[in-house]
C-alpha cells in the first residue's frame, strides 16, 4: 500500500501512514467511530514503548509463528482497524501460515463486514469467512458472538489482534490457543492470551510472517520446543517495565 502525500523521510512517518490508513478506513465503512477511539489508545501506548518492536514482542510474535505453523485450523480474526492497517500484511501471513481469515466485528453491521471482505479480495484474499455466522461463542451477548461454524468456532488457533478483553476472554474458555496484539500490556485481552504481542499490528503482523517464513521447515519438535519456552507473563512484565521504566530489564 503506498501513500504518496506523506513523505517517508518524515520523522513521524508510520504513525502518520497509521492515521491516515484508519481516516481513510472510517471513510469506506470499514473502521467504525469506536476504532478511532481505540487507534488513539494504542496510538499513546506506542509513542511510551518507543514505537519500535522490543525484544519481548519480537519473542512473542515467534512463538505466534510457531503456533500458527503447529496448528490444525489457525484463523486470523480481522476487525475494522486491522483491515484498515494491515490487509495485504494479514493476506500473506494467511498464505504463509495456512491459516483461514475471518471478519469477526465488535460493532457488525452487513455493510461494514461486506467492505472489510472487499478490503480483503482487493488485497488478495481468495476466501473470507464471518459471512454466514452460524455459530455462537459462548457467555457473549448475541451480536458479539456471532462466528462462523467452520471457522473462529473450529479454529484451534485463533489471531485476534486489537480484541476487547471480553471477546479475549470468552475464546479463552472455549480452549482455543490465543494469540493477541495489543498494544496495552494491562489489557484484559493481553492477559487472557497464551501469546500476548505487545507491539503495533502493523509491525507486529509483517513480523509473524517474517517468522513463519523461517521457521516454515522447521520441525514439529522445534516448534513446540519455541512455544513452551516462551513465558505470557514475563512478555507482559518486560513491556509494562519498559513503558514505566523506559527499559524492558
Ligand atoms: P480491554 O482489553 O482491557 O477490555 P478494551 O476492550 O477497553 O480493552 P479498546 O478500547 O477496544 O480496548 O481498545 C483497543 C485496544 O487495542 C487498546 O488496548 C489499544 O492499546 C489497542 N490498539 C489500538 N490500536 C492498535 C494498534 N495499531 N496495534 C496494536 N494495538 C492497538
Redesign the pocket.
Same mark, same amino acid.
Given at each position: 500500500m503506498s501513500d504518496p502525500e506523506i513523505p517517508e523521510s518524515h520523522p513521524r512517518y508510520e504513525s502518520l501512514l497509521?492515521r491516515h490508513r484508519i481516516e481513510d478506513g472510517v471513510e469506506k465503512g470499514i473502521t467504525s467511530q @469506536?476504532g478511532l477511539? &481505540? @487507534?488513539g489508545? %494504542?496510538e499513546a501506548?506506542d509513542y511510551l514503548l518507543g514505537e519500535e518492536t522490543i525484544p519481548s514482542a519480537d519473542e512473542a510474535a515467534r512463538a505466534a509463528a510457531a503456533e500458527l505453523l503447529l496448528a490444525e485450523h489457525p484463523v486470523l480474526s480481522v476487525n475494522g !482497524?486491522v483491515a484498515a /492497517?494491515v490487509p495485504g500484511e494479514i493476506v500473506e501471513l494467511a498464505e504463509t501460515t495456512g491459516a483461514d481469515i475471518e471478519v469477526n466485528l465488535f460493532n457488525r453491521t452487513p455493510e461494514r463486514i461486506e467492505a472489510i471482505a472487499d478490503q480483503l479480495r482487493e488485497h488478495g484474499a481468495t476466501e473470507v469467512k464471518g459471512l454466514t455466522a452460524d455459530e455462537r461463542i459462548p457467555g457473549l451477548d448475541h451480536e458479539r458472538a456471532k462466528v462462523d461454524a467452520d471457522g473462529i468456532y473450529a479454529a484451534d488457533v485463533v489471531l485476534v489482534? /486489537?480484541e +476487547? %478483553? +471480553?471477546r &479475549?476472554a470468552a475464546l479463552a474458555e472455549m480452549g482455543k490457543t490465543e494469540i493477541v $496484539? +495489543?498494544? !496495552?500490556p494491562l =489489557?484484559? =485481552? *493481553?492477559k487472557a492470551a497464551d501469546v500476548p504481542i505487545v +507491539? !503495533? $499490528?502493523?509491525r *507486529?503482523v509483517p513480523k509473524m510472517t517474517e517468522h513463519a517464513r523461517e521457521l516454515q521447515d522447521a520441525s514439529t519438535a522445534e516448534l513446540e520446543s519455541i512455544v513452551e519456552a516462551f513465558d505470557p507473563e514475563a512478555a507482559l512484565a518486560s513491556a509494562e517495565r519498559q513503558i514505566r521504566d523506559g527499559s524492558p530489564e
Open positions: 497509521t @469506536q477511539i &481505540a @487507534q489508545r %494504542g501506548f !482497524n /492497517l489482534p /486489537l +476487547d %478483553g +471480553d &479475549a $496484539v +495489543d498494544l !496495552n =489489557s484484559r =485481552s *493481553a +507491539d !503495533n $499490528v502493523i *507486529a
